[in-house]
């Protein structure tokens, strides 16, 4: 079989998958990106997270991350909720991605299937899967491979699904046809997000200060929040949703239809006096597959404390 049937072959599975769009690009060096996220180093705009100036040639090169690469396939999982009211209107607020189970697991699971899936139609195919997991530049290769542009606050915006979306990718070494990239940027003079954001993160456009970040507070930061933000938090406890909250092309976002991802509601139900007294074994239980997991109980309490503060 040729690419083009490869392709489409790839693009069909990805939808029996539930995800809702799929891109091809060829994999390689990304040229443009490269000195961004240089430059963005460089200035420290990545605050306490280290991990990010880490493996920097194999950001910016998937072939030298994944010896043998020829495509990188990026997917978009939607994760809107059906009912996007009913949570967040009190005194803590959650981000929506981590209303249900953690998305790693959720769509890392949808994608060694889809490998497997490849295996057996296509015949052996090497490569990896990766949600959120690794040294890769996903809005970058979104972008390249033409599922949307990226918008002033960073995130990657689909004219057709907003941006409340998970990105993941399979680097494998089947040649494929790459899509039209890139993507008209329709932002245009909008500065909604920029205008939104409490902590003014959102240096210029496509430019986030991460040291300045409500969800770099809350989940990255492992010291205490600086008082001098604590109150513009605008009590969010586990990142933040403000600046895709405001944005004009998230009127597109539709209710996503995995299961996984239902509200935990014992959580989201939580006032901030039940966080500060919740005990560990119960947090433990209750947040199990939670993404909360991952700022630990400790971190909810102090998030908790400085948004009242």
Same mark, same amino acid.
């Given at each position: 079989?040729?690419?083009?049937?490869?392709?489409?072959?790839?693009?069909?599975?990805?939808? /029996?998958?539930?995800?809702?769009?799929?891109? !091809?690009?060829?994999?390689?060096?990304?040229?443009?990106?490269?000195?961004?996220?240089?430059?963005?180093?460089?200035?420290? #705009?990545?605050?306490?997270?280290?991990?990010?100036? *880490?493996?920097?040639?194999?950001?910016?090169?998937?072939?030298?991350? !994944?010896?043998?690469?020829? &495509?990188?396939?990026?997917?978009?999982? @939607?994760?809107?909720?059906?009912?996007?009211?009913? =949570?967040?209107?009190?005194?803590?607020?959650?981000?929506?991605?981590?209303?249900?189970?953690?998305?790693?697991? !959720?769509?890392?699971?949808?994608?060694?299937?889809?490998?497997?899936?490849?295996?057996?139609?296509?015949?052996?195919?090497?490569?990896?899967?990766?949600?959120?997991?690794?040294?890769?530049? /996903?809005?970058?290769?979104?972008?390249?491979?033409?599922?949307? +542009?990226?918008?002033?606050?960073?995130?990657?915006?689909?004219?057709?699904?907003?941006?409340?979306?998970?990105?993941?990718?399979?680097?494998?070494?089947?040649? #494929?046809?790459?899509?039209?990239?890139? !993507?008209? $940027? =329709?932002?245009?003079?909008?500065?909604?997000?920029?205008?939104?954001?409490?902590? $003014?993160?959102?240096?210029?456009?496509?430019?986030? $200060?991460? &040291?300045?970040? %409500?969800?770099?507070?809350?989940?990255?930061?492992? $010291?205490? %929040?600086?008082?001098?933000?604590?109150?513009?938090?605008? *009590?969010?406890?586990?990142?933040?949703?403000?600046?895709?909250?405001?944005?004009?092309?998230?009127?597109?976002?539709?209710?996503? @239809?995995?299961?996984?991802?239902?509200?935990?509601?014992?959580?989201?139900?939580? @006032?901030?006096?039940? +966080?500060? /007294? %919740?005990?560990?074994?119960?947090? /433990? %239980?209750?947040?199990?597959?939670?993404?909360?997991?991952?700022?630990?109980?400790?971190?909810?309490?102090?998030?908790?404390?400085?948004?009242?503060?």
């Amino acid at each position: 079989m040729n690419a083009e049937k490869h392709t489409a072959i790839v693009k069909q599975i990805a939808q /029996e998958l539930g995800f809702s769009f799929c891109g !091809v690009s060829i994999a390689g060096f990304l040229e443009h990106e490269a000195p961004r996220l240089e430059t963005w180093l460089t200035q420290n #705009l990545n605050g306490e997270m280290s991990y990010m100036a *880490n493996y920097f040639d194999m950001r910016v090169d998937p072939t030298i991350l !994944v010896p043998g690469a020829k &495509s990188v396939v990026s997917l978009l999982y @939607n994760y809107y909720p059906k009912d996007k009211n009913i =949570y967040n209107t009190g005194e803590v607020k959650i981000a929506k991605y981590a209303w249900g189970e953690d998305y790693h697991k !959720v769509v890392k699971s949808k994608l060694k299937t889809m490998l497997k899936m490849l295996k057996e139609q296509i015949g052996d195919i090497e490569g990896r899967a990766f949600v959120d997991s690794a040294p890769i530049l /996903e809005r970058a290769w979104a972008t390249k491979s033409g599922l949307g +542009w990226i918008g002033k606050n960073s995130m990657l915006i689909n004219k057709n699904l907003g941006s409340y979306f998970f990105i993941a990718e399979l680097i494998i070494d089947l040649e #494929l046809v790459p899509d039209k990239a890139p !993507v008209k $940027d =329709y932002c245009g003079t909008c500065t909604a997000c920029i205008d939104a954001c409490p902590t $003014d993160a959102i240096v210029s456009p496509q430019i986030v $200060d991460g &040291s300045k970040c %409500i969800s770099y507070f809350t989940i990255e930061l492992k $010291d205490e %929040i600086p008082k001098e933000y604590r109150s513009k938090m605008d *009590n969010w406890v586990f990142g933040c949703d403000i600046c895709q909250d405001v944005c004009p092309w998230n009127k597109f976002s539709k209710p996503n @239809n995995e299961p996984r991802f239902e509200p935990n509601k014992e959580l989201l139900n939580m @006032n901030a006096k039940e +966080w500060l /007294e %919740i005990t560990d074994e119960v947090f /433990e %239980i209750m947040a199990k597959k939670s993404p909360m997991m991952r700022a630990k109980l400790k971190g909810m309490k102090r998030n908790v404390r400085n948004t009242k503060e």
